[in-house]
């Protein structure tokens, strides 16, 4: 199926709304599969730590099955599989904000720059994988470093042509170019 692609924050925002709709779909077999087993409507059903529970067991005993016992009934008297499918649109993409901040060395006769510590800050919400944030954060920072430093096209006045049309002559930031401290905060936002 056609995705325009994953990048920073839909990764997590729109692909895990489409994984948590396939699980809801997938979960609905499987307590349609237990109500089945237990003879009961799948509405009197709740899921809770991998066991299907009955909502009102009768005398106070919790009557129920382990949601290991309903797939293995599932598969030894081929009822499928409990599988979800799901394709979402997000109806938006929350933003992030960012902010950084750098201390520089300028040699003012040369114009040589020297990056010297940085921090990056944001507001990003909830984080799932705070390392991979931090990644981003860190990730956003060099690539805004390299275009306001480094980074430049060479057109050709001549022909039109990009003189630097490779790596081999375009520069872009590396990791040796990075400030040798690098600071990350995050708010503490839902």
Not at 1 to 10: E, F, G
Not at 148 to 155: D, F, M
Request: charged share 20%; glycine share 10%; hydrophobic share 40%.
């Amino acid at each position: 199926l056609y995705d325009c692609a994953t990048h920073a924050t839909r990764g997590t925002y729109c692909g895990g709304l489409a994984c948590r709709a396939a699980a809801a779909e997938a979960k609905k077999t499987v307590m349609e599969w237990a109500a089945r087993i237990l003879g009961v409507s799948a509405g009197d059903l709740l899921a809770k730590d991998s066991f299907v529970y009955i909502r009102s067991s009768a005398g106070g005993d919790i009557q129920g099955i382990t949601v290991k016992d309903v797939i293995s009934h599932a598969n030894e008297n081929d009822w499928g599989t409990a599988v979800g499918v799901a394709s979402v649109k997000a109806p938006a993409c929350p933003p992030c904000f960012l902010v950084c901040f750098l201390e520089v060395d300028v040699d003012t006769m040369t114009g040589e720059v020297k990056l010297l510590n940085a921090i990056s800050a944001g507001d990003v919400g909830t984080p799932i994988n705070l390392h991979a944030v931090r990644g981003q954060a860190i990730g956003g920072l060099q690539m805004g470093l390299g275009y306001g430093l480094v980074e430049e096209s060479i057109i050709d006045q001549t022909n039109g042509y990009v003189r630097n049309p490779s790596f081999t002559d375009y520069k872009s930031f590396t990791a040796l170019d990075m400030p040798q401290k690098i600071h990350t905060f995050f708010a503490d936002t839902y």
